[in-house]
C-alpha cells in the first residue's frame, strides 16, 4: 500500500523528449510559466494557397499542380476584407491567451515586408500590406501572446536545395557556399522578424530536412534570444526548442515532457479550402480542449482565413462556443495543471495550483451516479461551475481500520449539465493525496 502527494508526482519530476534534448529545463521554467498557463492558443495559416482552396505548400511539392501554377495565385490573394481587430476579437472571445500566424510557409512567400527578397505579399500580391505588424498590435491591445509560424525550408529559393525531390538541386556537402547563402537568407528573415514584431512565441516548421548542424539551430535560437530572452521557441528547430508540437494526432498516455501543445485543424486542412466540410463540431473541439489540458497540456486550434481575409463561418462558430463554454468553466482551465492519473476518475481531471481543489469533466449527457477511486482526502463542496448547482456525494466501502479509502460517489442530475462538457469542483480539506495500492493486498 502507498500513498502519494499528486503535486510532487508530477511537478517534482522532470521529463525531457524531443523538443527539449538539448536545454536545461531550469533555464526556460520561468520564461514557460505563461504558456503553461494559457492553455489555448490559435493557430492562423493564411497565405496564398487560399486563392484556389489547394494544400498549402504540399500541392506543387507532392505534384497535383505545378509550382508555376501554383505561384499564379500570387495575383488573388487580395486581403481586401481583412480586418486584424476583428481577428483578434475573435480570438479574445475564444478565451486564447496566444495566437500563431504564418510568417511565411514551405513555398517561401512572405506575409509581411521582408526586405531579403520580392517573394511577398505586400510586393507580389494585390494585397500590398503587411498582415503580421496590425494583427500584432490587436493582440497585444488585448493582452494576448503572438507568436510566428516560421518555415524553415523554403522550395521557391533557388539557394535551396531540396525542391520537388529534385535531384538536380545541388548536394550540400558539395556545395556549402551556396547552403551558406541560403542560411544567411533564412536567418536574415528571422532576424527581421525579430525587429520587426518582437514575438513572444516562435514556431518553427520543416526542420526534418537538415540537421541541427546544417541549419545551425544553436545560432539560430540565439538570434531570436539576444533581442528577446524571454521568447519561447516550439520543439521543431532539432532539439533547439522549449516545448513539444504534436501533430492532429492526441497522446493516448500522458507526454513525458515539461510543456506541449496539441495543434489541431478545425476540419481536414489548416489552409483555407473550400471542399473540406469535415467540420469538428465544438463538443468534439471542447472534448479534445479538455483532453489536452487534462494531460498536462495546451490546445493550439487551427483556422484558415479566406484570400480576401475573412474566416469561414463554421470556424467563427467554433471559437465562439469554445469561447461561451469557457466563460462558464475556465477556471477549471486556465492557470490550472493537468490531473489526476488514469483509473482514479473515468474522464479528464485537473488541478487547482496548490492541489486543493480537483476538476471533474463530464462529457455529452452523462448524469447519475458518478465514481471516484482512491481519494486520500476529505470532500468540503461539490459544486458544478457555469451554474452553481451544490451536489451531494457519500463514501462506499470504507473500512475503520483500513488505510485504503473508500469509494466517492457522486450524484449529478441531468438539469445541472452543460450542454457540451459538464465541470464539476470538488474542494478539499488539504492538498489532494491519491491511494494508488492494490486494496487488502499485501
Excluded at 305 to 322: A, F, Q, R
Amino acid at each position: 500500500m502507498k500513498k502519494i502527494i499528486l503535486f510532487a508526482l508530477f511537478n517534482g519530476v522532470s521529463f525531457f523528449g524531443f523538443a527539449q534534448t538539448k536545454i536545461e529545463a531550469k533555464d526556460i521554467k520561468e520564461k514557460m510559466q505563461w504558456f503553461a498557463d494559457a492553455k489555448l492558443g490559435i493557430f492562423i495559416h493564411t497565405g496564398i494557397y487560399a486563392v484556389n482552396g489547394i494544400g498549402e505548400s504540399w500541392s506543387f511539392h507532392n505534384k497535383t499542380i505545378s509550382h508555376a501554377d501554383y505561384m499564379k495565385q500570387l495575383k488573388g490573394f487580395t486581403l481586401k476584407k481583412y480586418n486584424p481587430a476583428q481577428w483578434a476579437d475573435l480570438i479574445q472571445e475564444s478565451g486564447a491567451k496566444y495566437a500563431v500566424i504564418t510568417t511565411k510557409h514551405h513555398d517561401g512567400v512572405a506575409t509581411y515586408d521582408t526586405k531579403m527578397n520580392n517573394l511577398s505579399i505586400v510586393k507580389a500580391a494585390p494585397a500590398k500590406s503587411d498582415m503580421v505588424k496590425p494583427f500584432f498590435e490587436e493582440l497585444r491591445k488585448r493582452n494576448i501572446k503572438c507568436g510566428a509560424y516560421f518555415s524553415l525550408i523554403d522550395w521557391s529559393n533557388k539557394d535551396y536545395p531540396g525542391f520537388l525531390k529534385d535531384s538536380s538541386r545541388y548536394v550540400i556537402k558539395n556545395d556549402y557556399q551556396r547552403w551558406n547563402k541560403f542560411r544567411a537568407f533564412f536567418q536574415g528573415q528571422i532576424k527581421e522578424i525579430s525587429e520587426k514584431f518582437n514575438p513572444d512565441l516562435w514556431w518553427f516548421d520543416g526542420d526534418w530536412e537538415h540537421s541541427a548542424e546544417e541549419w545551425e539551430s544553436e545560432k539560430t535560437r540565439q538570434i531570436i534570444l539576444s533581442k528577446n530572452p524571454s521568447s519561447i521557441i516550439n520543439g521543431r528547430l532539432q532539439g533547439y526548442g522549449d516545448y513539444a508540437t504534436p501533430e492532429q494526432n492526441f497522446p493516448v498516455s500522458r507526454p513525458a515532457f515539461n510543456w506541449w501543445e496539441l495543434c489541431m485543424t478545425i476540419n481536414d486542412n489548416w489552409g483555407y479550402q473550400p471542399k473540406d466540410h469535415n467540420w469538428k463540431t465544438p463538443y468534439e473541439i471542447i472534448t479534445i480542449f479538455v483532453d489536452a489540458v487534462s494531460n498536462g497540456g495546451n490546445l493550439l486550434l487551427d483556422i484558415g482565413p479566406k484570400e480576401d481575409g475573412t474566416i469561414p463561418e463554421e470556424e467563427v462558430n467554433v471559437l465562439k462556443e469554445l469561447g461561451a463554454w469557457n466563460k462558464r468553466n475556465g477556471e477549471a482551465i486556465f492557470n490550472s495543471m493537468g490531473g489526476i492519473p488514469q483509473g482514479h476518475f473515468y474522464g479528464p481531471t485537473t488541478l487547482s495550483k496548490d492541489s486543493e481543489t480537483l476538476y471533474l469533466f463530464v462529457h455529452g449527457k452523462s448524469s447519475g451516479a458518478l465514481m471516484l477511486k482512491g481519494l486520500d482526502c476529505k470532500i468540503q463542496e461539490i459544486t458544478v461551475l457555469g451554474n452553481g448547482t451544490k451536489l451531494a456525494h457519500k463514501v462506499v466501502g470504507k473500512i475503520s481500520w483500513s488505510p485504503v479509502p473508500g469509494l466517492v460517489y457522486i450524484n449529478l442530475p441531468e438539469e445541472a449539465l452543460d450542454k457540451y462538457v459538464t465541470v464539476l469542483k470538488l474542494k478539499l480539506d488539504k492538498p489532494i493525496k491519491l491511494y494508488t495500492g492494490q486494496g487488502g493486498l499485501q
